[in-house]
Structure formats: structure tokens, C-alpha cells
């Protein structure tokens, strides 16, 4: 199993800043995933995150917009940049300990983010 | 590319009462598919899994979900509703991305309420 926080748990921001979302698991894993879950809609990958090698993207989403770090095995962010009230969402990090896609994903709490 | 579909935005069952959430999938190949929840302020927390075997797949807090291989189908189950059960519940497909990563694919989520 995994462990996963993530901070801030939600956060209100003002147009034209940028959010940075910390996600710290508790045990070292290959791959991270971050989603956006906009309002009433379901979970949407944004990118694919590997120790060591530039995150991967997901279609509609660009690094410009969300860069990502993954610094070392337990630990990654991922930043909001230039917001805007498109960008209210939640966003959840989520890891898979073992590699293998039969296994299930864990995900942290998630991020509440509004932009005002 | 991979994909499920929930018909159902909202499933609502008296307590005590079976439930059903619906699920459909879409998919090139064997489907490895999964059934997530998420209750209210909180991350997605994993209930089951069908990878092969056997149709019929038991999960966490009572659940099971059919897989139905002529219909295209993976609904979740449980026999008797509780209203704790209230939460909004994802079913989801792996899918390959053109990294060769794997990745999970959302439906767009069903709203379960039950009422005491």
C-alpha cells in the first residue's frame, strides 16, 4: 500500500498567480500521476510523472501551463501556472506502488483549488 | 482508445434495498477494469478489480461488481445499501499511452444516495 499527502488541501487564489501542489508518499514508486477533476465532471489525467525524466502530457495539457517535478522517488509537485477561473478544480496525485497496471492506483486527498 | 461510460449521473436506493451502479466499457483487448469511490473531502479509495477469472469480483465494504463480457458490461453491486454508502463512484479502464506507460481512464462518475 501507499501513503500519500498532499498539500494544500485546497486553496482560493487570484487570477494571473501561480499554485504549486506538493504530493509526499510514504514509500519510493516509479510512476506518479496527476488528475484534474474539474466541477461534476470525472478525473482527467494531466501528465505522468518518472523520477529522472521529464513528465509526459497528456492531450490538452501542455508544461508551460503545469509543470511538474519529480525530484527523487517519494516526492513531486505540480504547478498551476498563470491561473484562471478555468483552472478551479481538484487536483489529485496518485501513485502506483508496485509498477503493474493490474494493481489499483492510491490517491492522495486531493487538492480543492478556486481562482478567483 | 480505451473508455467506460456511466450512464447514470445519480443512483438513488432506499437503505437496506440492493443497488446497482452501471457501467460500460469500450476497449481493444482483454479490459482491466476497476471500481473507485470517492466520499465527500476525500481522495479515491479503490473497491475492486476485474482482471480475468472469474465474472463475479467481491471488493471493500461489501461491494461486487459482474463482468459481462457480451453485454460490455461492469456494474457494481451490493446487496443491501447503507446509507454510509452515500459517495460518488468512479469505474475506470486501463489504457495504454503511446509511451507504453499505462494509465487509468474515468468515467464520469455516479452519484450514489441512500436514504434511511
Known amino acids: 500500500s501507499a501513503v500519500i499527502s498532499q498539500k494544500p488541501s485546497r486553496d482560493i487564489c487570484q487570477r494571473g498567480t501561480s499554485l504549486t501542489i506538493q504530493c509526499q508518499v510514504d514509500?519510493?514508486?516509479?510512476?506518479m500521476f496527476w488528475y484534474r477533476q474539474q466541477p461534476g465532471q470525472s478525473l482527467t489525467l494531466i501528465a505522468t510523472?518518472?523520477?529522472?525524466?521529464?513528465?509526459?502530457?497528456e492531450s490538452g495539457f501542455v508544461i508551460d501551463k503545469f509543470p511538474i517535478s519529480r525530484p527523487n522517488l517519494t516526492f513531486s509537485t505540480l504547478t498551476v501556472s498563470n491561473m484562471s477561473p478555468e483552472d478551479s478544480s481538484i487536483y489529485l496525485c496518485?501513485?502506483?506502488?508496485?509498477?503493474?497496471?493490474?494493481?489499483?492506483?492510491?490517491f492522495g486527498s486531493g487538492t480543492q483549488l478556486s481562482v478567483l | 482508445a480505451q473508455s467506460v461510460a456511466q450512464p447514470e449521473d445519480q443512483v438513488k436506493v432506499a437503505e437496506g434495498n440492493p443497488l446497482t451502479v452501471k457501467c460500460t466499457y469500450s476497449v481493444s483487448g482483454n479490459p482491466y477494469l476497476f471500481w473507485y469511490v470517492q466520499y465527500p473531502n476525500r481522495g479515491l479509495q479503490f473497491l475492486l478489480k476485474y482482471i480475468t477469472g472469474d465474472n463475479l469480483v467481491k471488493g471493500s465494504y461489501g461491494f461486487e461488481a459482474e463482468f459481462n463480457k457480451s453485454q460490455t458490461s461492469f456494474h457494481l453491486k451490493k446487496p443491501s445499501a447503507l446509507v454510509s454508502d452515500s459517495a460518488l463512484y468512479f469505474c475506470a479502464v486501463r489504457d495504454l499511452m503511446n509511451t507504453g506507460f499505462q494509465k487509468l481512464v474515468f468515467g464520469t462518475g455516479t452519484r450514489l444516495l441512500v436514504s434511511p
Open positions: 514509500s519510493q514508486v516509479t510512476m
Open positions: 496518485s501513485v502506483h506502488p508496485t509498477g503493474g497496471m493490474s494493481e489499483k492506483l492510491f
Open positions: 510523472a518518472n523520477q529522472g525524466s521529464e513528465a509526459t502530457y
